[in-house]
């Protein structure tokens, strides 16, 4: 591939061993006012050397830049809004702008669109919706770009945005990183055992694609060697941002906390509008919907940095939208793995006044992880799934809206309350213009799936050791006649992680923090969800802890009926589950209103 100015062929990652190290505990604080949210390191982060002193490699451009660097994440799945590129790079005041289309689901519609057509296998609204009509604005405001658009075909990807460049008359730098595609390597890796739960103990013969997470480093390069436009398949979602950040300051990939804390700020992003409000417990405060706000993150040097969203747009960023983002498909927050660093985020404390709390025992990663497709069946479905009780609710905001029968809406509140905890939404529209309905198809895929699905299915190639978190419960807490509804303690984000869901909790006031921690077990949650956990699986929840931001992250295992397109299920990815978690009510509690008044 002559035509590009960089390819850059990342070793696959399960062929690569990386070294452990230790970093040295620092301190993480948040501060929100208004649309942002500051965070706020110690100054020193790293018992490693610092980069500055450290020698560049030669042929290498890197910049160890003291300004803030702006990065702005414009989609956080295949199928995003096309609004958010303009408001980001006209509003944004951007270095990078980035670009998360992933997930399993999605990989596996690439795999199959490839199979058919070889010069496919990447999401072409990337380039000819996202890039095409912007691409003399990116390139006038020195707008740099990311994205792993690529999926299974990054090369032909790259091909596209080539054309696309060349007929807007610009010479602009398209690098390509690829070396996640294992497939080449499936008979080195027959004997491979399989821990998804399935019970295979080899590699199916129906496998149709199979592609390691890289990180943040190959991108790093690619800026390094002045790329304008980087382009990626399978690496983990947070990497499109760190990338940018460990070229711009010169971070070191031994420099953990600062991996740390740029992971975080990436994973605060990658999901696009889920932490300004576009996916929210309390979705009824955010205000201006049709003009969401998506994320803008300005980063410092020492991993400082304030995540906001363009002025004059709708959404919302404040603890509960920030704190949703953060406990999102984490698994065990203590162990949050990435290719480039393992990071602790239980002790992040995130209030609307500075804070302080630890970010500890971060590591650089000696672990890589792969996801599999193989083709065992058909399935079509077109669905929308949502908790029970917020049907209800948006059904009374679109009854006063549109007049609708009160003895309609009573009827309905009814059917929802007492007969189901989910329901689909069927959605039809027309109009005498084609091109008004290509708008439609396109945004209502955000409306459909609930914002990004950001952690796909994962198999290590590694033993793990898994930790597990016991806590003492407060023997004096007091107890009482009253009940409360979860909601109305607590907010709520799920999300999937093959055929395992995860729900964080994060109660709204610190005082209610230990009541939750003494009712809302993993006993009690895997009862609830007995219903949708598959038979026969025994401790089938696991619960973990935030103390940080008050926070509880239950894992299901085996609860999404096979997950992504494996299941029959009308919401397999466990978007819906949050909401019905939070309708589940606590009984024999004294009067926690009165202990906030």
């Not at 990989?107 to 669109?113: E, Q, V």
């Not at 983990?236 to 950040?245: K, R, T």
């Not at 959605?427 to 209502?444: D, G, M, N, P």
């Amino acid at each position: 591939m002559s035509n590009f100015p960089q390819l850059l062929r990342a070793a696959p990652a399960p062929f690569r061993r990386l070294s452990c190290g230790r970093g040295a505990k620092g301190s993480l604080g948040f501060s929100v006012s208004g649309n942002f949210l500051r965070l706020r390191s110690s100054a020193a982060l790293s018992s490693s050397p610092r980069h500055r002193n450290r020698p560049r490699t030669r042929g290498y451009t890197s910049y160890s830049r003291r300004e803030p660097v702006r990065i702005g994440c414009a989609s956080g799945f295949w199928g995003d809004t096309a609004t958010a590129v303009p408001q980001l790079i006209y509003s944004g005041k951007l270095d990078f702008l980035v670009f998360d289309y992933l997930s399993e689901i999605t990989m596996s519609l690439l795999t199959a669109a490839k199979t058919k057509m070889p010069n496919l296998g990447y999401a072409p609204d990337f380039v000819q919706v996202a890039l095409a009509p912007f691409i003399n604005d990116i390139h006038r405001k020195g707008i740099r770009v990311v994205s792993n658009a690529g999926g299974v075909n990054p090369l032909a990807c790259a091909e596209a945005i080539q054309e696309v460049t060349k007929k807007a008359g610009l010479e602009l730098k398209v690098a390509v990183v690829t070396g996640d595609d294992l497939m080449p390597h499936r008979s080195s890796l027959s004997d491979v055992k399989m821990p998804d739960g399935s019970g295979r103990q080899q590699l199916p013969k129906t496998l149709h694609s199979m592609n390691a997470y890289l990180g943040a480093v190959p991108i790093r390069h690619c800026l390094d060697l002045g790329a304008d436009i980087v382009v990626t398949g399978r690496c983990v979602d947070s990497a499109v941002a760190l990338g940018p950040l460990m070229h711009a300051f010169g971070w070191e990939r031994n420099d953990y906390d600062l991996l740390a804390a740029g992971s975080l700020a990436g994973h605060l992003i990658e999901c696009g509008a889920q932490s300004t409000g576009g996916i929210f417990t309390d979705w009824h405060k955010v205000p201006d919907w049709d003009n969401m706000g998506f994320p803008v993150v300005e980063c410092s040097s020492d991993g400082s940095f304030v995540l906001s969203k363009p002025p004059k747009t709708g959404g919302l960023v404040s603890f509960g939208t920030v704190a949703e983002q953060l406990v999102y498909e984490i698994g065990d927050p203590r162990r949050y793995l990435l290719p480039d660093v393992i990071c602790d985020f239980s002790q992040v404390v995130i209030q609307e006044v500075p804070v302080s709390g630890k970010l500890k025992d971060v590591r650089f990663s000696d672990n890589t992880h792969e996801v599999c497709f193989w083709l065992f069946g058909q399935r079509h479905s077109h669905q929308c799934p949502s908790g029970s009780p917020f049907v209800a609710l948006f059904l009374k905001a679109e009854s006063s809206r549109y007049q609708l029968s009160p003895l309609i809406i009573k009827f309905t509140f009814l059917v929802f309350f007492q007969d189901s905890r989910e329901a689909v939404i069927w959605l039809a529209v027309h109009h005498k213009q084609k091109k008004a309905l290509e708008h439609f198809s396109r945004e209502v895929a955000p409306a459909g799936t609930g914002m990004g699905t950001t952690n796909p299915v994962i198999s290590s190639l590694n033993s793990l050791n898994l930790h597990f978190c016991f806590f003492v419960l407060c023997p004096d807490l007091p107890s009482g006649p009253h009940s409360y509804r979860l909601e109305e303690l607590a907010y709520a984000r799920s999300g999937d992680k093959g055929d395992s869901a995860n729900i964080g909790v994060v109660a709204r006031h610190p005082l209610y923090f230990p009541y939750l921690k003494k009712h809302l077990t993993s006993s009690v949650v895997e009862e609830y969800f007995s219903h949708l956990i598959k038979p026969g699986v025994k401790n089938a929840v696991t619960r973990y802890t935030l103390p940080g931001i008050h926070g509880l992250n239950f894992v299901l295992q085996s609860s999404l009926g096979g997950g992504g397109v494996a299941s029959l299920r009308s919401d397999p990815q466990g978007k819906a589950y949050g909401q019905m978690l939070l309708d589940l009510k606590l009984r024999g509690l004294p009067d926690l209103k009165s202990l906030v008044d």
